[in-house]
C-alpha cells in the first residue's frame, strides 16, 4: 500500500485469506476503509465455547483427502462440497485440478490446510473496529454459516448477511447477490444492474414416452436408466461445448455458442442413447437470454421448451432462425411449417433435422 501510495483499502478475504484480512484489520486499522469477509473461519477446531468448528478426526480425515486427491483430475480435493452446483460440469473439475497442481505439492497443499486448522484469531475479533461485512452461503459445507455467524457476533457492529447456495467458492453461483451485498456495503447505494443478455444457442430434450417406460420398469430401475441417460447427455454436451443449465425430470436445458454445436450434439445423443433403449425428441431454438449467474431465462427460453414440445419422436425441431444460421453448412432440414406455440402470439416456422441419410 506504501509503494502505491494507497492510505486506505477495503479489505476482502474469504475461508484462510479472511484470516490474514482480519488481523490486518485488527492491526493497522488506521489503513483499513473497512473489512469483507467471506466463507471465513475464526476458528476452524472445534473447542469448548466454539460449537461451528470440527473434530478432530473430521480434521484428520480432510488431511487424508488432501494428501490423497489433490491435483486428481478424475476427483481433485473438495469439489464436492467447494462447488456442488456444477458437479457435473468436467471442464470446471479440471480446471480446480489443473489450479492445485501449480499452486502446490500435495504435502505443501497438506501443511497450509494444517495451518488453516490450528489458526484461531477469535481474541482478535472484538479488536476490529473498522465497518465489517460478514458473508456467508447458507449451505456451505466446506466451512459452514456457524462459523460466520460467530465472526459476525463477535466482531462490534458486524453486518452479517446470509447469501443463498450451496458452494464455498463464489464465482459458481447467485454472484449477484453477492455482488448486491458487498455494492450496497462499500458504497452505501443499493445496485442499479441491468441483466445481461447475451445472445446464446439453447437445446432442449426430453425422453419419449417417459411416464410409459417408468411404469413398466419401475421406480428403482427407471431411477437408475435416469441416471444413465443424464450421464450420457452431460458427457455429450460437455464434450460439443456445451453447458448443461438444467435437467428437469426426464429432460436436458443446455447453452451452446453456435446453433450447429447444439445440432450435432442432438444427432450424437440420439445415437448414444440407443445403447439404452432410449428415444428423445429435441428443440433447438437462437435467442437473446437473460443471464444472471447460472439463472437462464427470457423469451428464447420458453421459446425453445415450446419447440420441443411440437417436436414428433425421435425428432429435432428447430427455429428458423436457427435454420438461417447455419446456412451454407452441410445440415439439411425439413420445412414443418408454421407452428403456433403455446403462450406466443405469433407462429414460428419450425424446421425438422434431415441426417444423410434422409437427404
Given amino acids: 500500500m506504501d509503494a502505491t501510495e494507497v492510505p486506505k483499502a477495503v479489505l476482502f478475504g474469504?475461508?484462510?485469506?479472511?484470516?490474514?484480512?482480519?488481523?490486518v484489520a485488527a492491526t493497522f486499522p488506521e489503513r483499513v476503509q473497512s473489512l469483507v469477509?467471506?466463507?471465513?473461519s475464526a476458528c476452524l477446531r472445534s473447542s469448548p465455547g466454539y460449537?461451528?468448528?470440527?473434530?478432530?478426526?473430521?480434521?484428520?480425515?480432510?488431511?487424508?483427502?488432501?494428501?490423497q486427491h489433490w491435483g486428481s483430475n478424475a476427483a481433485p480435493f473438495g469439489f464436492e462440497w467447494l462447488m456442488p452446483s456444477v458437479g457435473g460440469d468436467a471442464e470446471l473439475r479440471h480446471m480446480l485440478a489443473r489450479a492445485q497442481r501449480l499452486a502446490a505439492p500435495p504435502e505443501v497443499a497438506a501443511d497450509a490446510?494444517?495451518?488453516?486448522?490450528?489458526?484461531?484469531?477469535?481474541?482478535?475479533?472484538?479488536?476490529i473496529a473498522v465497518p465489517t461485512l460478514v458473508l456467508h452461503k447458507t449451505g456451505d459445507r466446506s466451512i459452514p454459516i456457524g462459523h460466520g455467524r460467530y465472526l459476525a457476533s463477535h466482531i462490534p457492529g458486524a453486518r452479517f448477511v446470509e447469501l443463498p447456495g450451496t458452494d464455498h467458492l463464489l464465482f459458481t453461483e447467485n454472484t449477484d447477490a453477492y455482488l448486491d451485498a458487498l455494492e450496497a456495503f462499500i458504497t452505501g447505494r443499493g445496485p442499479e444492474r441491468e441483466p445481461d443478455r447475451p445472445i446464446a444457442t439453447l437445446l432442449f430434450t426430453d425422453i419419449v414416452g417417459s411416464t410409459s417406460t417408468a411404469v413398466a420398469m419401475g421406480d428403482t430401475g427407471w431411477t437408475n436408466?435416469?441416471?444413465?441417460?443424464?450421464?450420457?447427455?452431460?458427457?455429450?454436451?460437455?464434450?460439443h461445448g456445451g453447458r448443461v443449465v438444467d435437467n428437469a425430470g426426464d429432460g436436458m436445458f443446455a447453452l451452446f455458442t453456435a446453433p450447429a454445436r447444439a445440432i450435432q450434439c442432438a444427432l450424437s445423443?440420439?445415437?448414444?442413447?440407443?445403447?439404452?433403449?432410449?428415444?428423445?425428441?429435441?428443440?433447438i431454438h437462437t435467442g437473446e437470454i437473460e443471464s444472471r449467474g447460472h439463472r437462464?431465462?427470457?423469451?428464447?427460453?420458453?421459446?425453445?421448451?415450446?419447440?420441443?414440445?411440437?417436436?414428433?419422436?425421435?425428432?429435432?425441431?428447430?427455429?428458423?432462425?436457427?435454420?438461417?444460421?447455419?446456412?451454407?453448412?452441410a445440415i439439411c432440414f425439413r420445412d414443418r411449417g408454421p407452428h403456433t406455440l403455446k403462450g406466443l402470439s405469433e407462429p414460428?416456422?419450425?424446421?425438422?433435422?434431415?441426417?444423410?441419410r434422409d437427404t
Fill in 14 to 23: 474469504s475461508a484462510d485469506g479472511g484470516l490474514v484480512a482480519a488481523f
Fill in 113 to 127: 490446510y494444517r495451518w488453516m486448522c490450528d489458526a484461531d484469531i477469535r481474541t482478535l475479533l472484538p479488536c
Fill in 51 to 67: 460449537e461451528p468448528g470440527l473434530c478432530e478426526p473430521d480434521l484428520e480425515s480432510r488431511l487424508g483427502l488432501v494428501r
Fill in 269 to 283: 445423443i440420439q445415437d448414444h442413447l440407443r445403447s439404452l433403449h432410449l428415444q428423445i425428441r429435441a428443440g
Fill in 296 to 329: 437462464i431465462s427470457g423469451v428464447a427460453v420458453h421459446l425453445g421448451a415450446r419447440i420441443v414440445a411440437a417436436a414428433q419422436p425421435g425428432e429435432i425441431l428447430v427455429s428458423r432462425t436457427v435454420r438461417d444460421l447455419v446456412a451454407g453448412s
Fill in 348 to 356: 414460428w416456422q419450425l424446421f425438422g433435422v434431415l441426417r444423410a
Fill in 37 to 40: 469477509l467471506y466463507a471465513t
Fill in 225 to 239: 436408466l435416469l441416471e444413465h441417460h443424464d450421464e450420457e447427455v452431460r458427457a455429450e454436451i460437455v464434450t
